[in-house]
């Protein structure tokens, strides 16, 4: 059983920064064996991913956040981070995050991340 509790969003200006954070908790999985992706969603729009960080710390990131995100780990605390650094009006979205191995995948609830002008 897991349950991930993903917390962060808010209002923020252009051009700042706001860190994101999902953690897990439960029991049943080897949090070596786990990956974490992170999506946002736009209202109208369909689902987007925008970076992974894999059970080895390997990082990759969509073009359209390439550069000012930054997602990280803390095995210890079970918990994934999403820095957005240079929020622009068009990173307004509701963002995800997704834990998954090869057979488990779990979603978080959402968090509301709108960038002001």
């Known amino acids: 059983q897991v349950q991930l509790v993903e917390s962060g969003g808010g209002l923020v200006q252009a051009g700042g920064s706001l860190t994101l954070s999902c953690a897990a908790s439960?029991?049943?999985?080897?949090?070596?064996?786990?990956?974490w992706n992170w999506y946002r969603q736009a209202p109208g729009k369909q689902r987007e991913w925008i970076g992974v960080?894999?059970?080895?710390?390997?990082?990759d990131y969509a073009a359209s956040v390439d550069g000012r995100f930054t997602t990280s780990r803390d095995n210890a605390k079970n918990t994934a981070y999403l820095q957005m650094n240079s929020l622009k009006r068009e990173d307004t979205a509701v963002y995800y995050c997704?834990?998954?191995?090869?057979?488990?995948?779990?979603w978080g609830q959402g968090t509301q991340v709108t960038v002001s002008s």
């Open positions: 997704n834990f998954f191995c090869a057979t488990w995948d779990y």
């Open positions: 439960g029991s049943g999985f080897d949090i070596n064996n786990m990956n």
């Open positions: 960080i894999t059970s080895t710390g390997n990082t």
